[in-house]
Each structure stands twice: as C-alpha cells, then as structure tokens.
C-alpha cells in the first residue's frame, strides 16, 4: 500500500459547482479559502470507549477501569474480559425505550447518579482530546449575541474552518428542494440560518462536543491524526451534527434535527454509496482513504438518523440506506500491516502510519457490523453481514488506539496487552468456527487477551447465529432484550 499522503493528497473533494447566488452573503463575508488547520496534538486518553451498538454501558463501577487488573494470571493464555457489577438492566431499558443518541447512550445507572459520584462526567469524556476547551466553546454560546457583526465576520475571516463552513453551505444550499426539507425560522432566509448554524466558531464547539460526549461510542476515527479543515466536509457535517445532537444546550438539538435529511441525501449520494450514478468501471479516483472517509460518514450518518430521525428516515436507513453501507464494507478490504507491529519497536514506528489507517478500516467494518445486528435483533432486518465476511481480526483496545505515535502506541500495548499481537493473526470469523465446534473443548485456552469490545463482537456473532439456525432460542434473546424490568 502507499503511503498515507498518497491517499490524502487523492482524498476526494466533491465540491458542488461554485453558486455565488446561494451564498451571496458569505462571499460578501470573505473571498479567502482559508489556511490550513495546524493539527492538535492531545495527551492519551485513558478512559474506555462505549459503542452505540453495545451494552457496554452496563458498567456500574465507581472508578476509573484499569486495563492491567483484568489481564489473567494465565498470561497469554488466559481471557482478558471487563466484569460488569449490574444491579438491573437499566441502560437496556432506557436503550430500548427512549430517543435520541444523548438520552439513549449518556445514561446514569441508580450508582452513578449518587451525589457526589464524579465517575461518570470523566467516563463521557475524553480527557485533552482536543486542545480546545469545552466549556469555551459553551461561553461562546451565551454571548453570540453580544457581539458585533463586524467581530464576528472577523472571527470567521481568520478561522482555519471558514473553507468547511463555505463547503457545507454551497452544498447544502444548492441541494434540490432544500427549501422544503428545511422549516425553520420564517424571520431568516434559509442561507443565513445555514451560515448561522455552520459557521466555523460554531462547526468547531459542536465538534468538540462530538470528540467529548459522543466518539467513545464509535471510536472509529484516529482523533489525533484528524484534522477536521482537510477532511471531507460531509465527514465533519456528520460529526458536527451528532456533536449538537449530544450537547448540553437543547437548542443545539432542535437545530440539527431540521438537517438531518437534507444531510442524510448529500452523504448517500457520494460515488460508492450511490451505485446508481456510477459507471460500470470502478472511479480510479476513489482510493482506500476516500473510500475509508466516505464508509466513516455513512455509518455514523446511519447511527445518527436511527437515534434522531423520524419514524421514516428509520425505516428509510434501515432498508434503503444501510444495505449500500453494508456492501461497501464488504468492499473496502483490510490488509494485515507488518506483523511486528507492537512487539518491535522499530517496526512500529516505520510503519506506523500505515497501520493506524488499516487499524481505522479495521475498526469501521467492526461497528458497521455490530450495527447490523443491532438492526437485526431489534428491528428484525435481514443480515446483511455474515460470519464469513468478518475475515479480520479484532481491533486493539481503545487506549491504544488513541496513541498519537508509534512510539506512545509501542509502550501502551506493552503495558496493557503485550500478548495480543498473537490474536491479531487469527480472524474474527476462525474464532467463531472455534467456538461452534462442539468436539473443541479448549477453544478458550487458545485465546491471548480479548478487549471488552471483543468480547461483544463474539456474543453478537453468536446471535446471529441464533437467528440463522435456531430462531426460536433468537425469540428468547430478544425478548429477555426488549421486555425488562
């Protein structure tokens, strides 16, 4: 594979075609394209990551998880697994029952909402992940409206974001019939509520809110090689919405709502998720960064209207939207990098970009196929991703992922999981072959450390299974899901 700037530099850029009528006031604003981002470089976060597809919230301890604590004493031999102390199913329950991404994924259990139980703000948060601080963009919020027009056009002049503010709004505003998508406020022109919502001071406070209060969810994006003014401006449409739909303020939510499906057309209608508008020869243009991102946008987009939209646009991801993300997943293959990575140092460090990039692919097939079964198991969809296409292997711990180099990646597996290099070599799917087979009796003695996320990739498998094979035992499952008490 080449190199990581071979990708980037043919990342795509799905620029709609210049319409200065349509954003005749933010030119009236600028002319400039902006300057690049200087990249954040934030500490290592040591926190644990919550997938949206999961129950990994179950968790109801006091204290900060430590990683070394659940390795065995039987070494790489012995199964590395997050112990849940769960008094009822609570999460389960208000998972099941209740709306929204921020209701639905950032719940207290009864321990947690004990006063003075400071537990539960630092596991919603990934700490330094950005050297931007939270609560200043929250100050920004109360005092917009303080300031100047004039101070506000000179913020946004000078701000590394004004080229993604300017993106999202030529292609939102030059989307067919975005005039009847979009009901808002009868006061402003649909052009000034784009640019009020999307301007670069607010694109970078929701962002921030997104990398906070959401991406432990689906940590499927390296934070510390993202930079959000060279991504796909789709990419950070997405986020900065989910970044609003999570935040503290309920204004934020209601104004994202109204985007929603304007935004959901504009991510499905990018080459490879819209098969209809391409040709029978594959875009060369399209490499494995491109289609990383545009696979990245889609699924979140997915997770993001099944947890806000309308009662339609869930019923329209599920059966209309999501089969295209599923089939492109089955596309976008993984390639094993240099086999000692996290167990030589040098290695790990020459080959270190390469690897965090095939780690992200890694990851991204991983939820887009837990994704699956959640559909599956609580809206009765077909699979659409079987056991045989999971040929990967499981995803290294989230503490190592968010390393910012190969040499910060190098000393965290070594603390953590200085075994589970081996378990890099067997697919996720000869796992499960392994378990299935009833003669095997010592199929857990073969395991090195498995993180909790692959614990719940093996139980997710086995529930498939169950719908596949023995239906009326995937009955039981799903009831003991939905109906508890």
Known sequence: MGSLQEHKSNSYNFQSPDDTSSLEMLHRLTGTEGEPMVAVKPTLSMSLALSPFTLTALTTNSTPLNYSCFISDQGSRGLYFQAFETERFEFLLNFTLCGGLDISFNFLTSSEKVPGNAYFDNFLTIDDLLSIDYEAGSKWVKASDERSRATKTM????????????????????????????????????????????????????????????????????????????????????????????????????????????????????????????????????????????????????????????????????????????????????????????????????????????????????YIFLLDTAFTIFNMTPPRITVPDLDFPFSYPDICFHAHSGHEFFQAVQQICPNYRIYRETNIHEVIQMLCDTTNTTAFDSFPEISDLGGFILISDLLFLFTKYDYATFQFFRQMAIIVE
């Open 155 to 366: 913020e946004w002049l000078f701000d590394p974001l004004l080229s993604q503010t300017k993106a999202i709004c030529e292609k939102l505003l030059n989307l067919p019939g975005i005039d009847k998508l979009v009901t808002g406020n009868p006061v402003q022109s649909l052009d000034e509520q784009c640019l009020e919502f999307f301007n670069p001071l607010n694109l970078r406070r929701l962002l921030n809110t997104y990398w906070k209060r959401w991406h432990r969810n689906c940590p499927v994006i390296h934070p510390p090689s993202f930079d959000p003014s060279q991504a796909p401006a789709e990419l950070v449409l997405v986020l900065a919405l989910i970044g609003a739909c999570v935040s503290k303020y309920p204004n934020d939510a209601q104004n994202a709502r109204k985007w929603l499906e304007p935004v959901e057309r504009l991510v499905f209608a990018l080459p490879w998720l819209s098969r209809e508008t391409q040709g029978s020869q594959a875009d060369p243009t399209l490499t494995r960064y491109t289609k990383l991102r545009i696979l990245q946008t889609a699924v979140l987009m997915c997770a993001l209207q099944t947890w806000e939209g309308s009662e339609k646009a869930k019923e329209r991801v599920r059966k209309l939207r999501y089969p295209y993300v599923a089939q492109a997943s089955q596309e976008l293959a993984y390639h094993q990098p240099d086999e000692q990575i996290g167990s030589d140092l040098a290695a790990t460090l020459r080959h270190w970009d390469e690897f965090i990039f095939e780690e992200q692919i890694l990851r991204t097939k991983t």
